[in-house]
C-alpha cells in the first residue's frame, strides 16, 4: 500500500504564517504599540510563540522592538510596502486607458509590466481572442522575464545587479530553442533593446508565439514599467511589427508623460 505523499510545505509552516499575520492585525488595531503579554492574551496564543514570531518579523523589519520598555510596534518596512501597493494600483489606473486603447487598435493581447520583489511583475493585461496563449502569465505573477517582451523590456533598464538578482531568482529556463538560456547570450540582448528602445519576444516563450514590448522611463531615466503586445509569429513580420513597435513605444511615452513627476514614486 502507498504512503501518503510528503508535503513540499513543513508541517506548522502555514499554522505559523497565519498566526504571524494575525499578530501584524492586532498590532494595527491595538497600536501604536503592544506588549508580548497583551498579544498573547488577545490572540488566545502562548507567550513563546508570540516571541517566536515578533522576533522573526523583527529580522524582516515588519516590526519594532523598543528595548527600553520591551514593547512592539510595526515596522517602517510595512509602511514601505503598503505605499509601493497603493503607487502601483495607481500606476495601473493610470495605464489602463492606455492598454485598452492599444488592445482596440492592435487587436492583440496586450500588457503592463513592473518591476517587483523577486522579478517583473504582470501588473496589467488584456487578452485578444484572435491571440491564443499557452503560457498565460496573470495579473500579479511574474513574467519569465528572460524570454518574454515585456520582461526584457523592464530588465534592460534596471540595474546590472538586479538583473543578476533576479535572474538567478527566476533562472534561465528553457521554453523553446529560441530561448536565451545563457547570460552572456542574454544580456547582449539586453543591449539591443536598450540601444533600440524596444524588446522583441521571437518565440522565446512559445512556439508561433511573438511579442513586443516598450519601457515606460521616467524623466531622471528609471524604468518604471513597460507595455507589450504578444501574438501569432505571422503578424509581427515587416510592416505589422514596424506598426506595433510605434504603437507600444507611442502607449509607453504617454503613459509617462501622464504620470509626470509621480513616476518617481516607482524608484527603488
Not at 27 to 47: D, F, S, V
Not at 54 to 75: F, K, M
Not at 163 to 174: G, Y
Request: aromatic letters at 6%.
Amino acid at each position: 500500500m502507498r504512503g501518503k505523499q510528503k508535503s513540499a510545505v513543513p508541517a506548522g509552516s502555514s499554522k505559523s504564517l497565519q498566526k504571524a499575520m494575525k499578530i501584524l492585525f492586532y498590532m494595527g488595531q491595538h497600536g501604536p504599540e503592544t506588549r508580548i503579554a497583551e498579544i498573547a492574551a488577545g490572540l488566545h496564543i502562548n507567550k513563546t510563540t508570540v516571541y517566536r514570531l515578533l522576533s522573526a518579523l523583527e529580522g524582516l523589519d515588519l516590526v519594532q522592538r523598543d528595548p527600553e520598555n520591551e514593547h512592539y510596534r510595526l515596522g517602517l518596512k510595512l509602511h514601505e510596502l503598503g505605499t509601493k501597493a497603493v503607487r502601483a494600483r495607481t500606476l495601473q489606473s493610470e495605464a489602463r486607458r492606455y492598454l485598452r486603447e492599444m488592445a482596440h487598435v492592435c487587436n492583440e493581447a496586450v500588457s503592463l509590466a513592473v518591476p517587483g520583489a523577486g522579478g517583473v511583475v504582470c501588473l496589467e493585461r488584456f487578452d485578444s481572442p484572435r491571440t491564443m496563449i499557452s503560457v498565460r502569465t496573470p495579473v500579479g505573477a511574474l513574467f519569465p522575464a528572460h524570454c518574454s517582451a515585456a520582461g526584457k523590456a523592464v530588465l534592460a533598464y534596471l540595474s546590472e545587479d538586479d538583473v543578476d538578482a533576479i535572474l538567478v531568482n527566476n533562472r534561465l529556463t528553457r521554453y523553446t530553442e529560441h530561448t536565451h538560456t545563457r547570460m552572456a547570450e542574454l544580456k547582449n540582448d539586453l543591449r539591443r533593446v536598450r540601444e533600440r528602445g524596444y524588446a522583441l519576444d521571437e518565440q522565446e516563450l512559445e512556439y508561433g508565439l511573438n511579442g513586443v514590448a516598450a519601457p515606460v522611463i521616467s524623466p531622471d531615466a528609471h524604468v518604471i514599467g513597460a507595455v507589450g503586445i504578444a501574438g501569432p509569429t505571422p503578424r509581427f513580420q515587416g510592416k505589422e511589427l514596424a506598426d506595433k513597435v510605434n504603437l507600444v513605444r507611442m502607449t509607453a511615452q504617454k503613459i509617462a508623460a501622464n504620470l509626470g513627476d509621480r513616476s518617481s514614486w516607482f524608484e527603488k
